[in-house]
């Protein structure tokens, strides 16, 4: 039981270059979650979704698009990779709860550079 | 709005004394709160939650919180700091019936030896 992964843990961009990051989560949890750390700011969600095939927006959404294709995977995508996207990226999940009450279960994060 | 405030931080504290890491919450309704750690180069770890009941949570690694509704707090404690305690700790706070939840801007406890 790995709990949550992330891949990749490390990447340098350029400025305008892609990526994708890949989460994937092995406890059949149905939340998933995408998260920036910055420091000073805490952690702030950017998209999310609440079962297989959906994705809503979070906090800071602007430039990431997201897909769960599959139930243990969420992917995170970087279309035209800007400096302000600098950051510690964090993905969680949690089981539904009837209460929201559940914890959420973090990936060991990915720390992306854009020059 | 949901909003978090850890009003600190940094908190110092000398190994095998109490420690409080502040933690205040703004929310409509009755609020689930959160704490979690980080350790350096690592990710979040769950050390305890508030729901529904008693106002004294206890959690991992010898950690508690007490929540006190009239103050809106949630602050988290120890009798005994230990130096493996020195790490990153960030309160959240979800809102009955919200999928999301607000992260605190975090509090870096360092424990002295």
């Known amino acids: 039981n790995a709990g949550v992964t992330q891949t990749p843990k490390f990447r340098v961009l350029k400025t305008g270059q892609s990526m994708t990051l890949l989460c994937a989560q092995d406890m059949n949890h149905e939340y998933m979650y995408w998260y920036r750390q910055d420091p000073g700011m805490g952690l702030r969600l950017i998209h999310y979704?609440?079962?297989?095939?959906?994705?809503a927006k979070g906090e800071v959404p602007d430039g990431y698009n997201v897909s769960r294709l599959k139930k243990q995977n969420f992917l995170l995508g970087l279309e035209s990779a800007a400096p302000s996207q600098t950051s510690v990226y964090f993905c969680?999940?949690?089981?539904?709860?009837?209460?929201?009450?559940?914890?959420?279960?973090f990936g060991p994060g990915t720390r992306l550079t854009v020059l | 709005a949901q909003s978090v405030a850890q009003p600190e931080d940094q908190v110092n504290v000398a190994e095998g004394n109490p420690l409080t890491v502040k933690c205040t919450y703004s929310?409509?309704?009755?609020?689930?709160l959160f704490w979690y750690v980080q350790y350096p180069n690592r990710g979040l770890q769950f050390l305890l939650k508030?729901?529904?009941?008693?106002?004294l949570v206890k959690g991992s690694y010898g950690f508690e919180a007490e929540f006190n509704k009239s103050q809106t707090s949630f602050h988290l404690k120890k009798p005994s700091a230990l130096v493996s305690d020195s790490a990153l700790y960030f309160c959240?706070?979800?809102?009955?019936?919200?999928?999301?939840?607000?992260f605190g801007t975090g509090t870096r406890l360092q424990v002295f030896p």
């Open positions: 979704s609440v079962g297989e095939g959906t994705t």
């Open positions: 929310v409509s309704g009755n609020p689930y």
């Open positions: 508030y729901i529904t009941g008693d106002n």
């Open positions: 969680a999940s949690s089981n539904s709860g009837l209460y929201h009450t559940d914890t959420q279960y």
């Open positions: 959240a706070v979800r809102a009955y019936n919200t999928d999301k939840l607000i």
